[in-house]
């Protein structure tokens, strides 16, 4: 069944695209193994070859098939072989990059969960469902920011925001997409966000150190152990990264285990393949050429 029916037509609408190549991205995350030509692609898209390259390149920023190539595990072996030098860097100064996110500025301020709890009694949340290049996603945010963003790795929108209330305890939600909606335009658009952590002392040393992983750069989870000064508690970090609400603007999917293995993701090992391989893309120094001129 192709990923959507639809007349072949020039693009000229950005939210029409953008849903699209979305669609393309999550088919692809799911039967990359396959290494399906640009006629398959395509065929599933419901476009021609050609309008299919044109589209998802001026989206992703590389053809299909370096794409694919993205999401193998060769890929993600030398990226974790690659990554140490720059990100000796990253944590020496605090600083993820430039390009990071494409120049999102993330800020945030933490909170234990008792000081959570004081402020959380009769605090009411807003959440809304937008669009992404990782399909349909999930934000939920408080007048100060960001305290949730989660994937719809089910299709099951229900069980996706019981999921993700689970670390919001305390706390009215109320679904509002409209007040929503300028978080979802930063956080995938390259604005400024702002996140309300919540978390006890060692996650939230986790969830820090995550945000000082450089775009296209990854690390295990002995690694990262290493790096926050409590070698030997891999396991511990793992089911801190695990706990963490806010995807994407907190880099989780950018922690692997050993040997590059893609797994354990709380919105699917796919999902996590697919965010991997577009940040890659987003690293191509063809695209950061771009940037800067």
């Known amino acids: 069944m192709a990923i959507i029916e639809m007349v072949e037509q020039d693009n000229r609408d950005e939210d029409y695209g953008f849903a699209l190549v ?12 396959d290494q399906p030509s640009l006629e398959r692609i395509a065929a599933e898209a419901g ?65 234990t969960p008792g000081d ?43 069980r996706t925001l019981a999921d993700l209330c689970t670390s919001l305890d ?45 775009e296209g750069s990854v690390v295990t989870y002995s690694d990262l152990a290493e790096r926050i000064g409590a070698p030997g508690s891999a396991r511990a970090v793992a089911g801190a990264v695990a706990r963490n609400p806010v995807s994407w603007l907190i880099p989780c999917h950018r922690v692997i285990r050993n040997g590059g293995t893609i797994s354990g993701y709380r919105w699917h090992p796919d999902k996590k393949r697919l965010i991997l391989a577009w940040e890659a893309a987003q690293s191509e120094p063809s695209r950061n050429t771009e940037r800067a001129s």
Not at 22 to 33: A, D, E, I, K, P
Not at 186 to 195: S, W
Request: glycine share 10%; with cysteine.
């Open 22 to 33: 979305g669609r393309v991205l999550s088919w692809l995350s799911q039967n990359w193994r």
């Open 47 to 111: 476009l021609s070859p050609y309008h299919l390259h044109r589209l998802f390149t001026r989206y992703v920023g590389v053809t299909p098939k370096k794409y694919v190539q993205y999401l193998t595990l060769d890929h993600a072996k030398q990226a974790l072989d690659n990554s140490q030098s720059v990100l000796d860097v990253a944590f020496e100064t605090g600083l993820s990059g430039a390009g990071r996110l494409h120049d999102l500025f993330v800020t945030h301020e933490t909170m």
């Open 116 to 158: 959570w709890k004081r402020r959380g009694d009769g605090l009411e949340l807003h959440y809304g469902w937008h669009d992404s290049p990782f399909g349909e996603c999930l934000i939920v945010a408080s007048a100060r920011g960001v305290c949730g963003l989660a994937f719809n790795g089910t299709d099951d929108r229900a």
């Open 170 to 214: 305390g706390a009215t939600v109320v679904e509002n997409p409209d007040t929503i909606r300028p978080y979802a335009e930063a956080a995938f658009g390259g604005g400024d966000v702002h996140l309300v952590l919540r978390g006890t002392p060692f996650q939230l040393k986790v969830w820090e150190a995550l945000m000082r992983i450089p």
